[in-house]
T-cell receptor, first 112, second 110 residues
Framework: NAGVMQNPRHLVRRRGQEARLRCSPMKGHSHVYWYRQLPEEGLKFMVYLQKENIIDESGMPKERFSAEFPKEGPSILRIQQVVRGDSAAYFC??????????FGPGTRLLVL | DAKTTQPTSMDCAEGRAANLPCNHSTISGNEYVYWYRQIHSQGPQYIIHGLKNNETNEMASLIITEDRKSSTLILPHATLRDTAVYYCIVRVAGDYKLSFGAGTTVTVRA
C-alpha cells in the first residue's frame, strides 16, 4: 500500500512565477491536509480538504495561495507570484475521516 | 499556546532504550497523546498514540501516567536511524489540526 506521494520533491522558482505542488493521498483516504515548514521552524497547518470541498483554510495566507482536491486526481497547492518568503518545505498528509494523519515526503520550494 | 513541554534535546546510546518525556499538564479527558518524528529532510512519521492506557506497537511504547499529565515514549533498542526530532502532540478527538512544537532532537550515538 503506497504511502502519501508528493511531487515534485524539489521545486525552484523565480520571484513572480507560479508554483504547483501535488499530493496523492494514501489509498482509501479521502481527507487531505497541507502543512508548511519554514526554515528552522515547526510545521504549521495550512488547509484541510475533502474531495471537492475546502473544509478549513484558516492557515493559508490570504493572498496568492489556493488549494483544491478535485473529484479525480491529486490535491494541488498553488502559489501564485511566489516571493522569497515562500521558500519552505510543504508537506501533505492524508487520513480517513478524523483518524491518524500520515505524511508525505514533502516538496521543498526554493524561490530565487 | 503550548499544550506540551518536551526537552530540547537528548542523546542516546545505540542499542539502549531511549525514553522521551512529555508534559501535558492541561490535557483534557477527550484529548489523545500523539507522537510523530521527523528525520532530517523527510516528512513527519507517525509513531504511536494513546488516550489513557499504555500502548505498544512495532516501533515504540507509550506510557501515560495515571493522571494523564505526562507521558513517555520508549524506543526499546535505539539505532542510528532513530536520530530525529520527536514531537509530542495533544489532539482532541475529531480535531484535525496537528500543532507541532519544537520537539526533542534525539541523537543516537554509536
Amino acid at each position: 500500500n503506497a504511502g502519501v506521494m508528493q511531487n515534485p520533491r524539489h521545486l525552484v522558482r523565480r520571484r513572480g512565477q507560479e508554483a504547483r505542488l501535488r499530493c496523492s493521498p494514501m489509498k482509501g483516504h479521502s481527507h487531505v491536509y497541507w502543512y508548511r515548514q519554514l526554515p528552522e521552524e515547526g510545521l504549521k497547518f495550512m488547509v484541510y480538504l475533502q474531495k471537492e470541498n475546502i473544509i478549513d483554510e484558516s492557515g493559508m495566507p490570504k493572498e496568492r495561495f489556493s488549494a483544491e482536491f478535485p473529484k479525480e486526481g491529486p490535491s494541488i497547492l498553488r502559489i501564485q507570484q511566489v516571493v522569497r518568503g515562500d521558500s519552505a518545505a510543504y508537506f501533505c498528509a492524508s487520513s480517513p475521516p478524523m483518524e491518524t494523519q500520515y505524511f508525505g515526503p514533502g516538496t521543498r520550494l526554493l524561490v530565487l | 499556546d503550548a499544550k506540551t513541554t518536551q526537552p530540547t534535546s537528548m542523546d542516546c546510546a545505540e542499542g539502549r532504550a531511549a525514553n522521551l518525556p512529555c508534559n501535558h499538564s492541561t490535557i483534557s479527558g477527550n484529548e489523545y497523546v500523539y507522537w510523530y518524528r521527523q528525520i532530517h529532510s523527510q516528512g513527519p512519521q507517525y509513531i504511536i498514540h494513546g488516550l489513557k492506557n499504555n500502548e505498544t506497537n512495532e516501533m515504540a511504547s507509550l506510557i501515560i501516567t495515571e493522571d494523564r499529565k505526562s507521558s513517555t515514549l520508549i524506543l526499546p533498542h535505539a539505532t542510528l536511524r532513530d536520530t530525529a526530532v520527536y514531537y509530542c502532540i495533544v489532539r482532541v478527538a475529531g480535531d484535525y489540526k496537528l500543532s507541532f512544537g519544537a520537539g526533542t532532537t534525539v541523537t543516537v550515538r554509536a
